[in-house]
């Protein structure tokens, strides 16, 4: 599953900078994640890197971009470096 930026985003620039598949952008007033180019950090970190650098916790699963742990490990896979 691909993350959201809901609202209550302040626009700090936090994610975007811990986000190891630059998935995240300004799209004002508040970031976007790209769901084709997030992996949820899946083989990099413990938990999403934005999650933890958020300091107003509006990050969460997009219900709308569903994604097995499998599919998430071989988008991460397929990611061109």
Same mark, same amino acid.
């Given at each position: 599953?691909?993350?959201?930026?809901?609202?209550?985003?302040?626009?700090?620039?936090?994610?975007?900078?811990?986000?190891?598949?630059?998935?995240?952008?300004?799209? #004002?007033?508040? %970031?976007?994640? &790209?769901? &084709?180019?997030?992996?949820?950090?899946?083989?990099?970190?413990?938990?999403?890197?934005?999650?933890?650098?958020?300091?107003? #916790?509006?990050?969460?699963? #997009?219900?709308?971009?569903?994604?097995?742990?499998?599919?998430?490990?071989?988008?991460?896979?397929?990611?061109? %470096?």
């Amino acid at each position: 599953m691909s993350l959201l930026i809901t609202r209550e985003c302040i626009s700090c620039d936090a994610c975007r900078e811990e986000c190891p598949d630059e998935a995240i952008y300004d799209n #004002d007033p508040i %970031y976007v994640i &790209d769901p &084709d180019l997030c992996t949820e950090c899946v083989n990099e970190f413990s938990e999403p890197a934005c999650i933890v650098a958020c300091p107003v #916790d509006c990050i969460i699963p #997009d219900p709308d971009n569903v994604e097995s742990i499998e599919e998430l490990r071989l988008k991460h896979k397929n990611k061109a %470096y």
